[in-house]
């Protein structure tokens, strides 16, 4: 894969999505959380499937 198609930007991506429903189901803080945990989980896979 190249490096320059945008997979490093899943994390930050998952965050902003994460804020934008916690914001809108009035829990901004684990709207946040719940981002966290899936961008570093689905980069981890992402990751993992580059290296092999």
Wanted: no cysteine; aromatic share 6%.
């Amino acid at each position: 894969m190249d490096k320059n198609t945008g997979w490093g930007m899943l994390l930050p991506g998952f965050i902003l999505l994460g804020l934008g429903i916690g914001m809108a189901l009035g829990n901004t803080g684990a709207g946040v959380l719940i981002g966290v945990g899936v961008g570093f989980i689905s980069s981890a896979i992402i990751q993992g499937m580059r290296s092999k």
